[in-house]
């Protein structure tokens, strides 16, 4: 077995060698012919293709800085990138980029992960407000889907920790949205425009519809969008991947019923994922108003999805039969309620103000096969939150940005029992957090400094942050498990940092960067109250009310050129985890197994583990090789491990993606923007797999993930300035694969066309 192993990671050694080494060769010839056109005034005809140093971030600091104050890899994807990627999702949009990797359990699905670091171990923040809410698992999440595209302006990845910025959870990176901004005009309040964009995919037949209107004036200004999405079941690529698994990911039979009784029906088309269909309803509207020197922001975004079929579970096999007749979410709801007060110019100081509120409702209906007992279990969680900004301009080369952040959730959990012949509903204690209800209260304060030694030379950054974390969960008597105890409770005090330098080097347009930061994630309520069936029949996770946060330490160290026509980043890191949360197995009541749903399952319980490290490379780069014509690559490898206790044997951590990246060509004019890329990712082999069950073995074909690379094309084309066509041929070799972790296949060739027609 141990020769097995060893000669698997020869071959992928080998393979990985032989990759990077074509991928230096592209990249050395591309940096050749564009350093050949460095002393052209050529201007691009597109807008801005190449990020430049005073581009303006607003994830590397609250406040919004220019990129050359940046000691940290951030990737940017603007509004204009999002039209041309021409997704169905979010996340769908993140994984185009071949930085972030995304899973999916699902269609509608997608869980982004950032240098190892997954789930409640990656903050989403929308206009600086935290999503993440009490109930992030540590599993797969798909809360990104619910932040609608077309409403973006701009997203920009923070790769690393950032908890000095943002507080718990972005262990490995954080995902910053910002919305569009209603534009205040010099004129009487009226109409400022308005487009409709209309969407086909082939491959889900989804068909995505969105209007979008702004108004503005002086001193008000207003914008609405509204997005509805229709996809139908996905199908599958066709061209076989798995050699000897010729036949993996086929959906052969569904759950239907004959005469009243759960029957396993045959497919006709095994390629389509039959159960994986769904429709959404987005709507976001803001609207500013100026009063003096202060404008006030009014903030809504509301997402419903009736049904999410949870597509992996709904294709699960057991003894010959299907596992499930239902599974799905339904609902899957999120309100975003905020206003916002900024107060800028005001000496050396400028201040920012927000007051927000959400409503997250997600149910889970579940119904064994066979059975005629239906579980609905639902879970509330208001979060309320207020948080202050400020920026400190003492000189012109000294800066300090800071602030204070509250956080408030409240957690509801109900179920019940629906008998499907009869129709009779009954209460259930059966619910998967805390029966009596939960809450978590955090407070924060923070500050950052960045002292400009020498303007675009050298750059110190400095920040620190303080935040008080408070968890308190209720058990009934009657809760499903009888646990020996009412309450479960945690109070925290965290303090973390961050350092980082930036100094030119001798070649123009070089950077040295180097940052170390503290990171934090405190035990939330799903982590500490969670009643969760993990590995169907294999693993029952069950509450443990004696966690502590989880933290971390990360190392970055890279390069960054830029120049007019170059733009490229290298860079490593080395992420140390102590504390961390981990499932083993555990004893209910004397026993370590437990009689679930009429199966005897092993028990186990999330606990604070010795510690691991993830560590990993990155490699990205963008040029312009001639007028009009752009190539980009990136490449990304991580690597990591834990141990369970001081002298167990160091163990493969889980949600560590494989190898990944992308090659393209984008050409541009003012008419037409064309690309051609390629993504790929290598192989993970079994014994890379964790053995938690979160990297799901089990949806992979023989236990492991082949390597793949698929080919894409896409083009906008502006008709005139009323009309924008666009179209797109993904996975054109109709290649049947998935994406690591995932449980369903990925999309086949998939033709889309799209139209955009402003007013």
Known sequence: MADNILSEYTKKNAKKQIKSGLLSLILFACLTIANAQIQSDTAIPYPQELENMDEILVSAQRFGSSRANSTRQIEVISSKQMQLAQQGTMADVLSQTGQVFVQKSQLGGGSPVLRGFESSRVLLVV?????????????????????????????????????????????????????????????????????????????????????????????????????????SDLRMGQQRH???????????????????????????????????????NDVFTKLSLKTGNLVHTFAAQLSRTASVPRYDRLSDMSNGKLRFATWEYAPQNRDFWAYTLTIPNQGKWSHRFIASHQNCRVGRVTRRFGNTSELTQQDKVGMSAANYDFLLNLKSNFQIQGGAEWVLNVVEAKASQRNVITGEITDSKNTRYADDGATTQSLAVFANAIFVVKPNDFILEGGFRLTHYQLKAAFSPENFLKLPYSNAQLNSIAPVYNLGISKKMDWDGLFFKASLAAGFRNPNVDDMTKLFESMPGNKLVIPNNNLKPER????????????????????????RISRLLIDRPGVYNGDDSFDYEGQRTPVFQMENSAGGYVTGGYLAVKIQLISGLFADANYNSTFGRYQSDPNAFWTPLDHIAPDHGRLGLRWSSQEWQWEAFM?????????????????????????????????????????????????????????????????????????????????
């Open 127 to 231: 206009d600086g407000v935290r999503m993440n809410n009490a109930v992030y698992r540590s599993g797969h999440l798909q809360d990104i889907i619910t932040v609608d595209q077309f409403m973006l302006d701009r997203t920009e990845v923070f790769f690393g920790s950032g908890s000095t910025q943002f507080g718990s959870d972005a262990l490995g990176g954080v995902v910053y949205m910002k919305t569009r901004d209603p534009k205040f005009r010099n004129t009487r309040f009226s109409f400022a425009g308005a487009n409709a964009n209309f969407r086909y995919l082939s491959a889900a037949n989804a068909v995505i519809s969105n209007v979008n209107i702004e108004m503005s004036g002086k001193k008000l200004a207003w914008v609405f969008s509204s997005t509805s999405s229709d996809f």
């Open 242 to 280: 798995f050699s000897q698994w010729d036949t993996f990911g086929l959906r052969k039979y569904y759950a239907g019923k004959i005469n009243g009784r759960d029957t396993m029906l045959r497919n006709d088309n095994p390629y389509i994922q039959l159960g994986s269909a769904y429709t959404q």
């Open 679 to 759: 993504l790929f990712n290598g192989r993970k082999i079994r014994g890379e797999y964790s053995a938690s069950g979160e990297d799901n073995a089990q949806y992979a074909p023989g236990g492991e993930t082949p390597s793949w690379q698929t080919y894409h094309v896409r083009a906008n084309w502006q008709v005139n300035k009323n009309l924008l066509a666009s179209f797109a041929v993904e996975n054109i070799l109709d290649l049947n694969y998935r994406v690591f972790a995932s449980g369903i296949s990925a999309p086949g060739r998939n033709l889309v066309a799209s139209i955009k027609v402003s007013f």
């Open 552 to 575: 971390t330490r990360t190392l970055d160290l890279g390069f960054r050129l830029d120049r007019k026509k170059i733009h490229l980043e290298i860079g490593g890191y080395y992420t």
